[in-house]
């Protein structure tokens, strides 16, 4: 067993770190998603001396530790794996931003990331849309495009993990450069424009990913028959949202977001309809009170028309941008009330530029904001939409989250359930099981038994 564990580690550190992908193109030449059809031969950077030291480093703490704690238990060896990546992840950060990006979403579709082995606090446990959330921290959306890791990103210990946003066909994106990294301030801007491989591709990915937990659940029933209903979803351990775009040069958003439904709903938890991505033209206008009705309507009916088993047709969200007047929110209010909405993401990435970012050169590229400056804008945005729904519909709180106090916070302001984005790509899997734990803490020290007791505690 020692040895086994050890030679697992030093392999995981070797191909994390040296392995040339050839079978899913990394090259720094092509847009974020791969184009079927592009043909592009892998161009890795060079590493700079800096790097290679860093990589060294890298192996040796791998070979070392992993004979060290090979001997442990396994939950101790869950944790030193975790823990390990804290000194892999600033080799990311050597690298340019959207490359490191690739390698991050490929190294997770292959399985070189930790997986989480230990089970989630019970106090982190909620029910959610009739589904159970072994916790409520996700992944947001824009990370995993095209549903590539998703089986790698939630065995690291997400609740659950948005994919997307996916658009009917395959599109490339605007030009590069288009990430632009904020170190100092933890943020980044974006740019990308909904690059997707399609729905297509997509749809084959999770189906294959719900066939195989089909079969896994099948295999286990059969073999232990039990009535407890485990934490998780159609694509694995955890809960699988699917986020849905529209192409940029298409005239019938809704024609889009319908046809996203029809193909990708049987494989999703939950659904987001995308309509406040600055990087679209025109696609903020769809949160207009006449148009995001219009709109629901129409995605809803497509939804419901479906045939469904028990479990039901899968909770719709709307996903909207923090960039929004008062008058606007209260919009965005009435119609998920009056269409009974199952739930809102509070925020997408901001245009706006605050004082905390305003004074580094990169804040001066056009795209959205996202990270460490955008928690306050969200996080009061979201308590607005928790007043104005009335606690009557759930909301995801989604911007800026770095810490387990961060999380706490969205919570207490109104979220039944967070995401993170930015703070990942800075903080490295190592991140994850960080938060979890300090939500623990934040919890008991304010002698909340459940995250359901904390949810709009700030209000009351």
């Known amino acids: 067993m020692a040895g086994r564990a050890a030679t ?11 392995r040339r992908v050839s079978s899913n193109p990394l090259g720094a030449t092509r847009n974020c998603s791969s184009v079927p059809g592009a043909s592009s031969a892998p161009k890795v950077p060079h590493f700079s001396k ?13 070979i070392a530790g992993g004979a060290y704690v090979s001997t442990a238990d396994e939950a101790t060896f869950c944790g030193w794996l975790f823990n390990a990546t804290k000194v892999v992840n600033p080799f990311f950060a050597l690298l340019d931003a959207e490359f490191a990006h690739k390698l991050a979403v490929s190294a997770a579709a292959r399985g070189w990331v930790p ?35 998703t089986e790698g990103l939630l065995g690291m210990g997400f609740g659950f993990v948005e994919v997307g946003s996916v658009t009917p066909v395959p599109q490339e994106g605007n030009p590069k450069p288009r990430i632009f990294r904020l170190s100092q301030e933890g943020a980044i801007i974006n740019r990308c424009g909904f690059n997707s491989e399609g729905i297509v ?27 407890d209903v485990k934490p998780g979803g159609k694509s694995g351990p955890g809960i699988l949202g ?33 309509v406040s991505s600055p990087n679209t033209a025109g696609l903020r206008m769809l949160q207009g009170r006449k148009q995001l009705k219009d709109l629901v309507k129409k995605v809803q009916a497509a939804r419901d028309e479906m045939q ?10 709307v996903k909207i941008a923090p960039d929004l007047s008062r008058g606007e929110l209260e919009d965005i209010a009435a119609v998920a009330l009056a269409l009974h909405l199952d739930g809102l993401i509070i925020s997408n990435t901001t245009v706006s530029r605050p004082d905390a970012v305003s004074n580094n050169p990169v804040a001066t590229e056009t795209g959205g904001l996202s990270g460490k400056p955008l928690f306050a804008l969200s996080t009061n945005m979201l308590r607005d939409m928790y007043t104005l729904t009335r606690g009557k519909i759930p909301l995801i709180g989604c911007g800026g989250v770095s810490s387990g106090e961060d999380a706490y916070k969205k919570i207490r302001a109104g979220a039944t359930l967070v995401q993170l984005y930015t703070g990942f790509a800075y903080g490295g899997p190592a991140l994850i ?9 934040c919890l008991e020290r304010d002698g909340f038994k459940s995250i359901h007791e904390a949810i709009g505690a700030d209000h009351r």
């Open 8 to 18: 697992s580690s030093a392999k995981w550190a070797r191909e994390f770190l040296f």
């Open 50 to 62: 800096r790097g290679r030291i860093l990589t060294g480093a890298t192996i040796g703490l791998a």
């Open 115 to 149: 997986r989480e082995k230990r089970p989630d606090p019970a106090i982190l446990g909620l029910e959610v849309w009739g589904r159970k959330f072994s916790n409520p921290i996700g992944l947001a959306a824009g990370f995993d495009k095209n549903a590539e890791a």
């Open 201 to 227: 591709v997509v749809a084959k990915r999770l189906g294959a990913q719900h066939g195989k937990r089909m079969l896994a659940e099948t295999s286990a029933t059969s073999s232990s028959p039990s009535d």
């Open 242 to 274: 699917v986020n849905l775009g529209k192409n940029k040069t298409s005239e019938d958003a809704a024609a889009d977001y319908v046809q996203g439904v029809h193909n990708l709903s049987q494989y999703a938890d939950y659904l987001v309809i995308n």
């Open 308 to 317: 469904w088993g028990d479990e039901g047709p899968p909770p719709l969200l």
């Open 433 to 441: 099981p960080q938060i979890k734990e300090e939500l623990v803490k």
